[in-house]
């Protein structure tokens, strides 16, 4: 819905150090850990939700359409405009980047190391199987659980939140030119 864009832009541009925000949760994601601890203005409303049927647990879709206003409003910036922030920041961007300490690293470079690690989920193609541990849930597949903490993060924004991020994804890293290469 086109109001549900404003609200989410908005509540990210209260942030102070909105660039030292942005920056630091790219980094994270490029390392593979969830960037929602340095995004918690941009954390969806309501609960994380498991159903059970039979004895069995699986994420609730309702859980998936906790995160569609944020999927809605990224996915609704045009790449052109995407790529020409991210070139007219750029210096800015590089500038706060250095200062968490990579001597040998861009920006720019993670970037593209945090795109691939988030088009490089792999989605399940059915509602995926939990398992209920004391205070959390499991996947129940070895595969899904043992992806990292950031790509465990996508998932729960359900597949076809997921499969847009990931294609905007891809969009964006093809108009940054990025070569699919570290």
Do not use: C
Not at 2 to 12: N, S
Not at 14 to 24: E, H, L, P, Y
Not at 43 to 54: D, H, I, T, V, W
């Amino acid at each position: 819905a086109a109001g549900e864009i404003p609200v989410v832009m908005k509540k990210w541009l209260r942030q102070k150090d909105i660039v030292r925000t942005g920056v630091a949760a790219i980094d994270s994601t490029a390392s593979g850990e969830s960037p929602a601890a340095l995004l918690p203005f941009l954390a969806p409303e309501g609960k994380f939700l498991a159903a059970e049927r039979n004895g069995s647990y699986t994420l609730d879709p309702r859980s998936y359409r906790r995160y569609d206003p944020l999927v809605n409003a990224f996915t609704a910036v045009p790449d052109k405009t995407l790529v020409t922030w991210y070139k007219t920041l750029r210096p800015t961007l590089e500038k706060a980047f250095r200062e968490l300490g990579y001597p040998n690293v861009t920006f720019a470079q993670r970037v593209q190391q945090a795109i691939e690690q988030l088009t490089q989920t792999p989605l399940p193609h059915e509602e995926a199987a939990l398992e209920r541990k004391v205070l959390s849930y499991a996947y129940g597949d070895p595969d899904l659980e043992s992806l990292n903490p950031a790509q465990k993060h996508l998932l729960r924004f359900g597949p076809r939140n997921a499969a847009r991020i990931q294609d905007k994804l891809r969009s964006l890293a093809a108009a940054l030119k990025f070569t699919g290469k570290k």
